[in-house]
């Protein structure tokens, strides 16, 4: 079956811009979660969901970070008047739920470059 | 809070060798899981091996096996008769039970030819 899938795979922003990356989880997937990476570092954990409720959004960074799943699947991360420290490559994963350690499927990545 | 160490920024392996990625972790959890992910170069990341921790048993698949060691909070991954296909980023994760999950550094492993 399909993995996870985001969009766009790449993003260009200017300093000020808001974007939006989408994530497509695998289907039947409870849980779904976004991840920040830096360049050379491990995935630092951004908010969580299971179905539609945002169950931990304790690693965003700032308020100007918002991340939304209205139907319980796709997925988007909101930035709002993105900064250059924004810079880095945003990881969505999904899994069959939280509980359990289930593995994390994850998606390619939206590298976003804030110029 | 928990945290995950791997002390070994980058390594290198000749191809058909053996190679030893170390991590260890915090917590004072009992329950919880311990993962290795890969991340090959401009690739996603992909699971390696799972291990539940109250499992003694060390987990292994294919060429691949851990070395987990609960007292001393230490969780190695070997990867045997290495490959080229290897080469990649691997990241040591621990997640407690309904936990998210908690990634350490990376290990950045370069197969030689």
């Known amino acids: 079956g399909a993995g996870v899938s985001q969009s766009p795979r790449y993003k260009v922003a200017k300093r000020g811009q808001d974007v939006a990356l989408r994530c497509d989880p695998i289907?039947?997937?409870?849980?779904l979660f976004w991840y920040q990476q830096a360049l050379g570092q491990g995935p630092e954990f951004l908010t969580y969901?299971?179905?539609?409720?945002?169950?931990?959004k304790s690693g965003l960074p700032s308020d100007r970070f918002f991340a939304e799943r209205p139907e319980g699947s796709v997925s988007t991360l909101k930035i709002q008047r993105t900064q250059q420290e924004d810079s880095a490559v945003y990881l969505c994963?999904?899994?069959?739920?939280?509980?359990?350690?289930?593995?994390?499927?994850f998606g390619p990545g939206t590298r976003l470059t804030v110029t | 809070a928990q945290t995950v160490t791997q002390s070994q920024p980058e390594m290198s392996v000749q191809e058909a060798e053996t190679v030893t990625l170390s991590c260890t972790y915090d917590?004072?959890?009992?329950?919880?899981?311990l993962f290795w992910y890969k991340q090959p170069p401009s690739r996603q990341m992909i699971l390696v091996i799972r291990?539940?921790?109250?499992?003694?048993q060390n987990a292994t698949e294919n060429r691949f096996s851990v070395n987990f060691q609960k007292a001393a909070k230490s969780f190695s991954l070997k990867i045997s008769d290495s490959q080229l296909g290897d080469t990649a980023m691997y990241f040591c994760?621990?997640?407690?039970?309904?936990?998210?999950?908690?990634f350490g550094p990376g290990t950045r492993l370069s197969v030689l030819p």
């Open positions: 994963a999904s899994s069959l739920e939280l509980a359990g350690g289930y593995e994390q499927y």
């Open positions: 289907s039947g997937h409870v849980s």
């Open positions: 969901f299971q179905n539609e409720a945002q169950l931990d």
């Open positions: 917590t004072s959890e009992n329950n919880y899981y």
């Open positions: 291990q539940e921790a109250y499992k003694q």
């Open positions: 994760a621990f997640c407690s039970y309904g936990q998210n999950f908690v």
